[in-house]
């Protein structure tokens, strides 16, 4: 049986169980939070040329566009146990895919069962807390997690049975067949997504619906309809294809994610390049779809005015930029994510900010909104002032962070980093500090001026201008790890 046909299968149990009386609208507001895998800022709302974005958009001329959002650690697995319960990866210990909250954090609440211990019915479909292998990621909620696909090899399955239509793509990574959007999983934890929220809008209770959206994730399997909406010719070029001039060598990894594993490395000829951006670009626009559709089902229901909407990315990822495929640096392209929140009531829609926020700032953003007290230990800070005022700041500075190796599997869940990467943004800076992960010696610096090299093609580590900003950034970086070094260089 498929992985999506045995969603499909869950989809149906799952409608016929929905409650069919009316209740009164809940006081406290829902809370619908949607995780888009790979999302990185190639958005309209964010001032892409050529995505075709139309529901996030949508989103975002309803509530507040955060342009200087950081993710914790560019990888699935660590990025979402960071923002499910709002601390950062040094304080959970959680750096590597090979480490999952509960086995290390038995007692760590996140933020749906922190809104179940409130009164609210809390569920998760998709893939939303964790990285792939683990089927069931939360420990409790108001409804079993569900995952209805997910695990990085994607498939096509087409509803009837019928078989799959030619493949009119030439990449390895890539799919582009004439089926249905019914024939993706994405498509099904949506419907699912959708079934639930008919349940829960006659329920008294508020809820808190997580849902995981796997696109834009490799591989490129979508629908031949999202590749058509691309011209591959209008698709801009790399704008900086060659690593930044002075870059340590440790900024870099291997790109295994496109390229495959360093033992049987492929390189890319410009055909290719040029066809997994594409892919890319026609991934993200059938998850805008799927997310869409949800979007309509909160109005068609009458739930938009009584609830707060928030989308991220898990993580960035580079698509060429400074010859890297795939994510697990510390550079802008991986650091930076999307963050929409349209809280009803609060602030102007259509607003944009360049405040510094964190994914880790969602959880506090949440209780804050909803009324609810905040659990303690937080790692993060409201932005609700943010949200009434698109010129306040809640904090001056960002903190991302990814070891070397950059995915190391081995050793089980005791493993532990050879090095570890920090990055500091701040509205100028973009510092980063590579430090021995026993004994915090500096082995590699980067320095980028965010505002004059917004690109980062220039490590400044070295210079004249470096040697006068880098102490003051070396402190401030130290005073927000929670993994405290010695001052060794």
Not at 235 to 262: M, Q, S, V
Not at 273 to 297: C, P
Request: glycine share 8%; aromatic share 8%.
């Amino acid at each position: 049986m498929s992985t999506v046909t045995r969603a499909l299968i869950l989809l149906a149990l799952a409608c016929q169980a929905a409650p069919a009386a009316d209740a009164a609208s809940s006081k406290k507001p829902n809370v619908l939070f949607v995780v888009f895998d790979d999302l990185n800022n190639r958005l309209g709302c964010y001032g892409d040329p050529v995505a075709k974005s139309p529901n996030l958009d949508r989103l975002a001329a309803r509530g507040t566009v955060f342009t200087r959002n950081f993710c914790q650690q560019p990888i699935c697995g660590p990025s979402r146990a960071s923002f499910m319960s709002g601390r950062r990866p040094d304080s959970l210990g959680i750096w590597s895919m090979t480490k999952y909250l509960y086995d290390l954090h038995p007692d760590a609440v996140t933020m749906p069962q922190w809104f179940m211990q409130h009164g609210y019915t809390s569920m998760s479909i998709g893939k939303v807390l964790g990285g792939y292998g683990k089927e069931a990621d939360f420990k409790t909620l108001s409804v079993p997690d569900r995952r209805t696909g997910g695990k990085t090899k994607d498939e096509f399955a087409m509803p009837d049975g019928a078989a799959l239509p030619p493949n009119l793509a030439k990449d390895l990574l890539c799919e582009n067949r004439d089926v249905p959007d019914e024939a993706c999983f994405d498509n099904v934890s949506a419907s699912l997504a959708i079934c639930e929220l008919r349940a829960l809008a006659k329920k008294p209770e508020p809820f808190f619906l997580a849902l995981g959206i796997f696109k834009p994730h490799s591989p490129y399997k979508v629908p031949k309809r999202y590749w058509d909406m691309y011209r591959r010719e209008d698709i801009p070029a790399i704008k900086t294809p060659a690593r930044p001039r002075n870059a340590p060598e440790i900024a870099f990894h291997a790109n295994h994610e496109i390229l495959g594993e360093p033992t049987a490395h492929r390189t890319l000829d410009e055909e290719a390049k040029r066809e997994i951006r594409h892919g890319y670009y026609a991934a993200m626009s059938f998850a805008d779809a799927q997310f869409g559709r949800v979007l309509d089902a909160l109005d068609e229901l009458k739930l938009r005015d009584n609830t707060i909407v928030v989308i991220i990315g898990d993580n960035g990822f580079h698509l060429g930029e400074h010859d890297v495929w795939g994510k697990m640096t510390l550079f802008g392209w991986d650091a930076r994510v999307p963050l929409i929140i349209s809280a009803p009531g609060i602030g102007k829609g259509g607003a944009k900010t360049t405040s510094i926020s964190e994914l880790i700032d969602i959880f506090p953003t949440l209780t804050d909104l909803s009324g609810l007290p905040s659990p303690g230990q937080l790692d993060g800070t409201s932005l609700v002032p943010v949200l009434k005022d698109a010129s306040a700041s809640v904090k001056t500075a960002a903190l991302t962070q990814h070891p070397r190796p950059a995915l190391y599997w081995g050793g089980g869940p005791q493993a532990l980093p050879q090095v570890m990467g920090y990055a500091l943004k701040t509205d100028r800076w973009s510092y980063h500090e590579w430090r021995d992960f026993k004994t915090g010696h500096v082995v590699g610096q980067e320095l980028y001026n965010e505002q004059a090299d917004p690109l980062e093609t220039v490590n400044l580590a070295g210079t004249v201008e470096a040697t006068a900003q880098i102490p003051a950034l070396a402190e401030q970086l130290r005073s927000i790890t929670t993994k405290r070094w010695e001052t060794k260089r």
